[in-house]
């Protein structure tokens, strides 16, 4: 193929790649020094409470519509339609971590998260797992729970204006 019919290619498949491409929101949440916390304890007690915690977080995610999610063994990485979702999913396990940590945990410290919010335009497959997602957007939210304040929500600046809660 010479460059013009190459070009031509490309933009056919361009095209049809951008019709999978719509906004979406990623929320990163991690558990704050999570290897520190099972020193010195029962491997089946950390077992459980991280087992009980996912459980936690999974019946958020579900109240607050994730399209997806992806976890690694102390954090998890989900997929929200909107904005708002992300924020308050995160701001909701924050907010269940009170009654999880006094009423669930057996292990001696208590669970604390960082969150991270960011959204944009991303190729979206519903039958593409979110562990094999990649783009700078999910990418900034990563980074934004990796420097956000335990048990709060870090939301990337270009997000907070049209936030129609903001509140906590």
């Known amino acids: 193929m010479n460059r013009e019919e190459l070009l031509k290619v490309f933009a056919g498949v361009k095209k049809k790649l951008d019709e999978y491409g719509r906004e979406v929101a990623f929320l990163s949440i991690d558990v704050v ?7 010195n304890e029962d491997p089946a007690a950390a077992q459980y409470d991280f087992q009980e915690y996912r459980k ?4 958020v995610f579900r109240s607050r519509g994730v399209l997806k999610s992806a976890w690694t063994p102390d954090g998890v990485m989900a997929c929200f339609a909107h904005v708002d979702d ?4 995160g701001q909701d396990v924050i907010r269940s971590l009170d009654h999880f940590n006094t009423q669930v945990k057996v292990m001696k410290s208590p669970f604390m998260v960082r969150c991270g ?7 979206f497959d519903e039958a593409t797992p979110m562990e094999a997602m990649s783009d ?5 939210a990563g980074h934004m729970q ?14 907070i204006e ?7």
């Open 86 to 89: 992300a924020v308050a999913a």
């Open 146 to 159: 990796k420097y956000a304040e335990p048990n709060t929500v870090a939301v990337a600046r270009k997000l």
């Open 162 to 168: 049209p936030l129609r809660d903001l509140g906590g």
């Open 117 to 123: 919010v960011n959204a944009g335009y991303v190729h």
């Open 136 to 140: 700078r957007v999910i990418d900034i």
């Open 33 to 39: 020094g999570s290897t520190a916390m099972k020193r």
């Open 56 to 59: 936690l977080v999974e019946a």
